[in-house]
């Protein structure tokens, strides 16, 4: 799999497009000043694969991330992740206000593809990776 393309409608404080494709065996290494949203950036990445946890009930008296990565100016609360897997260029499509999950091939929804029971696992099936394997093996946020 590779990564291609964030394009970020409001996560954080990060807006706008992101282009992530740089070559085949592309190792990737984001530099940047302090508080310029690398952190955010990574979570974003994740959240595109895998989801925003907002469960409360587990996380008494702090944020979830679904409430800790909100649009600092308000506004849509999404991203759109466009990958190629295979030979086929996907877009994982989040809206974390709405909780919902699409994947586009083309302009055909095959999110179906990635449903395991009442979940879309879209991480696990493009990786083969649970989220904590793929946090402690392939993914350094």
Known sequence: MRLVRLDIRGFGQLRGRFDLESGEAAVGLLLERNEAGKSTLAAALLAALYG????????????????????????????ALTVIHGAQ??????????DTVRVLRGGEDVTDRFRRG??????EVLTGLRRSQFTASVFVG
């Open 52 to 79: 925003l946890d907002g469960d409360r009930r587990r996380f008494r008296g702090t944020l979830t991330d679904v409430d800790r990565f909100r649009p600092w100016n308000g506004g849509p609360y999404g991203l």
């Open 89 to 98: 260029e996907l877009v994982v499509d989040r809206d974390f206000a709405q």
């Open 118 to 123: 009442k979940e879309v696992a879209v991480g």
